[in-house]
């Protein structure tokens, strides 16, 4: 039998379901499908004054796609409060595939040449599933997803996943839909072709060679190693010219632009709404 990979991945994202582990040590791999699910509406979006203000001015220097590697493992680092991370090596190594491959996807913000805040998640045609975010500063996840949802919007998609309900995503207007209603609503953004980089990167197709039967009639599925449960309520953890003004970032490596990038996001998700 053939080893899971990126392509693997990439087609139970197209099913619905997403991977995670039950700590950063442990090697094994487990697909979840929840009854219940976390989105944001991209064209609810809800930015709240004070976080307004603050993408307003400006406070980080936006980028995408620049430190992936680095976004994953902030992610997955331990803290005060947090003693443990569902990303473990071999999910870590299977983001780096799709990121290598154009699936994966970096929101960063950087202060004095230092990495405080970013996100990360993987893109599917019309669909992105938001995987997780940090903050070493204040409001910078808050600002990289603002960042994100202009980009999306921006780019097309129609799905922000954001696996489960959390008080944080309420913020933002995320609400939970069952199982059902979540993959109908996979299944009308899998016919959308969208693009992360405008102008730039299709979202692509499924490919890989599937699931097989470990995940039939949803639950959880662990990879090379049985079914096994996860604990219930784990969660990870997310005009023309605004759009022109988002294209100025380019692709790979470039900023989403400087002056002026956190109007040119807000403009962007008020026309959508």
Sequence with gaps: ??????????DCYARGVFPMADAREDSRV????????????????????RLARTVRGDPFEVRFDTAFHQVVLECAALGPGRTETWIN???????????????????ECWQDGELVGGLYGVSLRGAFFGESMFSRR????????????????????????AQFMTEHL????AEEIGRAAYHKRLARALEVEAHFYVGGVAGGSVGGAGLGSG?????????????????????SSLGSEASGALAAGGRTGAAAATAGAGAAALQLIAQAS
Excluded: C
């Design 215 to 235: 995940v039939a009639g949803g639950g959880t599925a662990a990879l090379g190693a049985g079914v096994t449960g996860l604990a219930a309520g784990r969660s």
């Design 30 to 49: 487990f697909l979840i499908d929840p009854e219940r699910r976390g989105v944001i509406p991209l064209d609810r979006f809800h930015v709240s004054r």
């Design 1 to 10: 039998m053939s080893a899971f990979d990126a392509r693997d991945l990439l």
């Design 138 to 161: 204040r409001d910078a996840s808050k600002v990289a997803l603002v960042h994100l949802v202009a980009r999306l919007i921006a780019g097309g998609f129609v799905l922000l996943d």
């Design 89 to 107: 090596r071999p999910i870590e190594d299977l983001y780096l595939q799709l990121h290598a491959a154009g699936r994966a996807h970096s929101v």
């Design 170 to 173: 309420s913020q933002f207007g």
